[in-house]
DNA sequence: GTAATAAGTTAGAGTATTCTAACAAATTTG
DNA sequence: CAAATTTGTTAGAATACTCTAACTTATTAC
């Protein structure tokens, strides 16, 4: 059974995984705050549980057992998530820290019966998929809305970054998931977007932001 | 911060502590299910973080500070077990395995939305009583019905054991805490009590099981 | 295509937690 | 009270996870 540390590192491998499954070391280790030395001794341990291929100097990539290992415990990161919200009562920029430490807890009854209560949701409180009891995970094809043009509106539908100030920023401006945005206009010099939504007649939304606010478009 | 080690340890001198608040190395050694060289390295490790009082030879005396700190380990116990009865549904025989893990979970907000949800409960799932945020326990003075006379009506109040099996045993025998029985007779050769209760006309109980049941005595 | 830079590896060490083997102190027994 | 037993201690070692320093390999820049 994984270590909460070796769940830590699946989860980052996971995480920062490109699109060909492949993490470098160094991304590994400033992603989780550890020194190249340690990311490296863990990976080699890893590599000995059968979770992650390890070959020297090559990009890093899971095991098909790591990746279901992984997806597992983002899928109880994010149930918990959804039950602290929305059953606890807890707003959607104060979970993930809780959350951080419960899905290291090792009791499938426990997960099974939030994910009971919830109703089987497929998304976090953060529009991330939930994976599925065998770790599989719906793709959602959503775009930036820092990629959207004048004219297009849109509805906000998940987030790239749930940091606890990105999401207090967006409480500030009344943005929540399920918000319908008009984009108004595009300033060329700082790619700031003007957009409307509810009662917000005229908002300005740096690059910084539109760019990790994922959007469907609707016209 | 302690350890969930730590935490395990301290929670362990503070369950097993007489009244006169000591424990031998040998318990606590066999409570936690450790070498007794094990327990003695770690007792010094928590001497100098100012949990126990130790002096070769002499027996264990948690301070000021480790009482308080177990109290609130215990209080995350106990919360924790009453959450999942009370507001997941669980049995009382399902949540002590959880709540072993939950009660090392750092996030005060997540304990007192427990709290809160639950209507500051004094007492656990197993009629023991949770201490409050101060670590401070309310005492009560339960008798075992063990030590009841033929004759008596008592009402069950708590367990001095709530290990799963002997849960399932008071299922099996539709005893819960609050069920109110009549003392019909002691067998003079194994101590064995004869009782009834609501549907039950008559039930023998071993000694095991009737030390291990706290009453209140009602005539 | 070198030279400079970035990325990755090895060596050596420290803390936390655990163990077994050997020994010492304290307690119990007859 | 001396012997037997129980309890507690020390020494030495192992595993998990982490670090810094020193070195090597790979990549990027002229
Ligand atoms: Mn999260
Ligand atoms: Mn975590
Ligand atoms: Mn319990
Ligand atoms: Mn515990």
Redesign the pocket.
Same mark, same amino acid.
């Given at each position: 059974m %994984?270590?909460? $540390? *070796?769940e +830590? =590192?699946l989860k980052a491998l996971f995480n920062l995984s490109n699109s060909l499954g492949e993490v +470098? /070391?160094? *991304? /590994?280790?400033h992603g989780?705050? &550890?020194? /190249?030395? $340690? %990311? +490296?001794?863990? &990976?080699?341990?890893l590599q000995k549980s059968g979770w992650v291929n =390890? *070959? !020297?100097? !090559?990009? /890093?990539i899971l095991t098909a057992a790591g990746q279901k290992e992984a997806a597992l415990i983002i899928r109880k990161h994010r149930l918990t998530e959804m039950f602290l919200v929305k059953k606890m009562g807890f707003g959607w920029e104060e979970v993930h820290e809780i959350a951080e430490q419960v899905e290291h807890i090792h009791a499938p009854k426990f997960f099974q019966r939030m994910d009971e209560m919830l109703g089987f949701p497929t998304i976090d409180p953060h529009g991330s998929p939930i994976p599925d009891n065998q770790g599989r995970i719906q793709e959602f094809s959503y775009v930036p809305l820092s990629s959207c043009k004048p004219g297009q509106t849109v509805q906000l539908t998940a987030l790239t970054n749930s940091s606890t100030e990105f999401l207090e920023f967006l409480n500030s401006r009344k943005l929540a998931l399920g918000t319908q945005l008009n984009v108004l206009s595009r300033e060329a010099y700082d790619l700031s977007l003007v957009v409307s939504y509810e009662n917000h007649p005229q908002e300005t939304l740096s690059e910084k932001v539109s760019e990790r606010l994922l959007v469907r478009v609707l016209e």
């Open positions: %994984a270590s909460s $540390t *070796e +830590n =590192y +470098n /070391l160094s *991304e /590994l280790a989780l705050q &550890v020194s /190249l030395p $340690t %990311a +490296n001794s863990m &990976v080699k341990s =390890y *070959e !020297k100097y !090559k990009p /890093l």
